[in-house]
């Protein structure tokens, strides 16, 4: 994922209600994927994926929506995904992702630095789980009793690795 900068820029960029949420999946499934692929003409890829943790990952899904049957491959580490984003994914017809779910349990007390609101994180992703199964994703979901940490989703990359090369 193209990293925008600082936690507001983030913000502004990766979540559904940031001003520049839209014109980034635009800018994303428009212009940089075609533009990237192009430049692979010829090769034979079997496997494409997305990956982010947090608001990176919530963006990684949004995008995944644009298009799903182009993606197989998605690591969600710590998705902070909102009631909108969840209902992208309901509204779906069926994907056929492979999808590294990591969740820590202690999230839903996490409030964001940059609305001051508690995102509900562990809670929207155990209904983000639930919605990825009905529609038919291969889900490895794990869940660790720890806070919302990148050290964390560090710690675990081997394991997605793993998974990314076993499916």
């Not at 839209?22 to 428009?30: A, D, R, V, W």
């Not at 919530?58 to 049957?69: F, G, H, M, R, V």
Request: with cysteine; proline share 4%.
């Amino acid at each position: 994922m193209i990293h925008p900068g600082d936690s507001n820029e983030r913000w502004n960029s990766f979540h559904s209600n940031g001003p520049l949420f839209n014109p980034y999946i635009e800018f994303m499934t428009k212009e940089f994927i075609p533009d990237f692929e192009s430049k692979l003409s010829g090769v034979n890829i079997e496997k494409r994926g997305l990956i982010g943790d947090s608001l990176a990952a919530n963006i990684s899904l949004n995008i995944a929506c644009c298009a799903p049957q182009f993606w197989t491959h998605l690591l969600l580490q710590s998705a902070a995904v909102s009631e909108s984003d969840i209902a992208r994914v309901e509204n779906l017809e069926q994907i056929n992702w492979n999808v590294y779910q990591f969740v820590e349990t202690l999230e839903d007390e996490f409030i964001s630095t940059i609305t001051n609101e508690k995102l509900f994180i562990y809670s929207r992703k155990l209904e983000l789980q639930r919605i990825l199964r009905s529609k038919g994703a291969n889900l490895l979901f794990k869940e660790v009793e720890v806070q919302h940490l990148w050290v964390v989703w560090e710690r675990d990359l081997p394991n997605v690795l793993q998974f990314f090369l076993k499916y």
